[in-house]
C-alpha cells in the first residue's frame, strides 16, 4: 500500500512540475551555474550544500526547469517514504499509511516538493536525522513508542529542543 501512496505522490509533483521558474528559482540557478570558486554563499540565506548539490547536478544534463527541479520531486518522495517508516516505528502500520497519505496529498508538500529550491531535501534531512535520533534513543519494545514512560518523555524533550534550535541555526546561517 505505501507503494500506491509513493506513486500516486510522484504523480502528483510531476502533473504541474512544468510551469516557469520564480525569481528565487531563477536566481538559484544561475548561481549554481558558476564555478564553485565564484559562488558566493552569502549572497543567499540558503545553505551552502544546496548550491553544491545544485551545481553538480546542471553538470549532469540539460537546463530545463523540468530537469533542474526533479531532484525536489525526488526528495519529496523519499521525504514521504521516511515518513512512514518514522510513523510505523513510533504508531502503528495503518496509522502510518494514513499519515502518509495525508503528507502525500498535501499541497504545501507538493508545492514545495516542485520548487528548484532547498525546502523538500531539508525536510527530508532532517526527518531522517529524526528518525536515526529515534532508533538510537527509543527502546527496543513491540508497543507504540509515543508516551511510554516519564524519563525517556524528558530526555526527548530536551533532544528535541537541542534540535530545533540547531535546525533554527541552519536554517538562518550567514
Known sequence: M???????????????LNQSFWLDEAAQATIS???????NFSVDF???FYYLFTHFWQ???NQSENFLRFPSVFFGVLTIFFFYRFAKRILNHNAALVASFLLAT???HIYFSQEYRMYSLLTLLIL?????????EAPRTKSPRILQ???????????SIILFIW????LVKS
Open 46 to 48: 540558503q545553505p551552502p
Open 128 to 136: 531522517i536525522s529524526w528518525y536515526l535520533l529515534w532508533e538510537i
Open 106 to 108: 498535501s499541497s504545501y
Open 149 to 159: 514512560d516519564q524519563k525517556l518523555k524528558s530526555r526527548e524533550a530536551k533532544i
Open 2 to 16: 505505501i507503494y500506491l501512496i509513493l506513486f500516486a505522490a510522484l504523480i502528483l509533483r510531476l502533473t504541474s
Open 33 to 39: 551555474q558558476l564555478p564553485l570558486k565564484q559562488i
Open 59 to 61: 553538470q549532469i544534463g
Open 167 to 170: 535546525e533554527l541555526l541552519v
